[in-house]
């Protein structure tokens, strides 16, 4: 029989075993749980995945209304093949560049072919929808950027240099540059580490297009043929406008990643910046022409959506007007510029995309406010200076790699059809097709494979 001493000891020790276990328990109770899927959050990132895929044939809309009849084909392929290439590019390497852990530069090859990229959050940053939407979500940016860069080189380009060219970009500038601004495994990259802010892609997608856009127009020389070389069809640029406006809402308030209001704040000023930048572009028009145009109102609308791009998720609705107003004057004087330096940037993509995203990556320091996004910043010249360098790094890396890429290309495939095939036009010399079929013949889609042109 067991004494008192022997009862109180195994009392005690049981106590005190309970104590123990209670408080493990406690403190795996009070840890953070893991990251869980959010309904909502995955169908909005879902959303705006098929938004922000629908910019890329609004962009082909919206360049092809503004080429010749004779070049619409090739104008339209040139957007729809880069949602091709770009897509099995990014499953096999070019997702893991940019977002997979590396450098402060570029990222490495542990998520090549997708493996690891699940259906569960990323563990590594704070989401709570599924690692492979994250993926799908930034796939969509990945595939517009080079495609912008088609417009500068429209109605000359080799359509099979074109191809190869946007995969070597894709890969050498892009997903550099992506996981410089966004890369989310490991280490920050380059410019995020540096305070740079770049909320949905005005380094990352405007400026380096724009700029690469200028350095192929200028490796490319003018258009041998310059006759009639108005807009075919306005009202298809004007449907495309609409599409890259109504697109461009998961492109700005999907970057919050969450159905939040962030989200909200960013969908708001998007719409604000792009009304105000047409009708900012439409009044200067009307000053300068004594008419605005159905071109200008388009080519303000995108101007403002490039520009409140950068700074969407850190400013609000007064320094989205302030935004709009102000972008669609610069680059209208940016175009005007053209003439005078003598580079055919045949739709302007240099004066919108490179011009505008420049602005606003650089206006966002002087407007932002940790008030709308603690993640962000306070505007100040310190921000501005920021800013200033990543919109530097941007510039300087994608002008120096573009000119290395299409100065290769340009001495080995050629950059250039010949003016022969230039004065027929691309859709016959390239595609063999017409998009409207031969003038008077009443037939559409004309195909002249096995025939002479």
């Known amino acids: 029989m067991a004494t008192r001493y ?13 104590m123990a276990v209670g408080v493990t328990a406690f403190a795996q109770g009070s840890a953070p749980p893991p990251a869980k899927i959010d309904t909502g959050d995955t169908a909005w990132m879902l959303t705006s995945s098929a938004l922000v895929l629908l910019m890329t044939p609004g962009l082909a809309f919206f360049y092809g209304g503004m080429v010749r009849a004779k070049n619409i084909l090739n104008m339209l392929m040139k957007s729809f093949v880069a949602m091709s290439v770009v897509t099995v590019l990014w499953v096999l390497v070019g997702y ?38 994250h993926m799908a979500y930034q796939l969509m940016f990945a595939i517009i ?28 500038v892009y997903a550099p540059l992506a996981h410089m601004v966004w890369g989310l495994e490991g280490t920050k990259g380059f410019l995020a580490e540096k305070g740079a802010l770049d909320f949905a892609g005005g380094t ?48 700005n308030a999907g970057s919050a990643s969450a159905a939040n209001g962030l989200a909200t704040s960013a969908f708001v000023v998007t719409h604000i910046a792009a009304a105000t930048a047409a009708l900012s572009w439409a009044i200067v028009e009307w000053v300068v022409y004594k008419k605005p145009t159905a071109l200008g109102f388009a080519s303000g ?20 007007l302030i935004i709009g107003a102000l972008v669609s004057p610069i680059c209208f004087t940016a175009i ?17 995309h490179g011009v505008g995203g420049t602005f606003g990556a650089l206006i966002t320091g002087l407007l932002c406010s940790k008030l709308l996004n603690s993640a962000g910043a306070d505007a100040s010249f310190d921000q501005f200076k920021t800013q200033a360098l990543g919109v530097g790094v941007a510039i300087g890396y994608s002008v120096v790699m573009t000119f290395i890429i299409g100065s290769i290309l ?22 063999g097709e017409t998009g409207y079929g031969e003038p008077g013949s009443g037939e559409e889609g004309h195909s002249v494979f096995g025939t002479e042109h």
């Open 410 to 431: 340009k001495v080995t495939m050629g950059l250039r059809v010949s003016e022969e095939d230039e004065i027929v036009g691309l859709d016959l010399s390239e595609h």
């Open 96 to 133: 893991s560049l940019a977002f997979s852990s590396g450098n402060a530069f570029i990222g490495g090859f542990s998520w090549a072919g997708l493996r690891g990229v699940g259906l569960e959050p990323q563990a590594t940053y704070a989401a709570t929808f599924p690692h492979q939407l």
């Open 204 to 251: 990352v997608v405007h400026i380096s297009s724009g700029m690469s856009a200028l350095v192929m127009a200028i490796l490319l020389g003018k258009r041998k043929d310059t006759s009639n070389a108005q807009p075919h069809n306005l009202p298809m640029t004007l449907i495309g406008t609409g599409l890259l406006w109504f697109g461009w809402f998961g492109f």
């Open 301 to 320: 609308a995108v101007a403002g959506l490039v520009a409140i791009t950068p700074a969407s998720g850190f400013v609000g609705p007064i320094a989205a």
């Open 6 to 18: 022997q009862r109180t000891l195994a009392t005690t020790m049981l106590a005190s075993l309970l």
């Open 336 to 352: 005007k510029m053209k003439s005078k330096f003598g580079y055919d940037d045949t739709l302007d993509v240099f004066g919108v």
């Open 145 to 172: 950027t080079p495609a912008l860069i088609s417009g500068a080189i429209a109605e000359r380009m080799k359509f099979s240099t074109y191809v190869v060219f946007i995969t070597i970009w894709s890969l050498v």
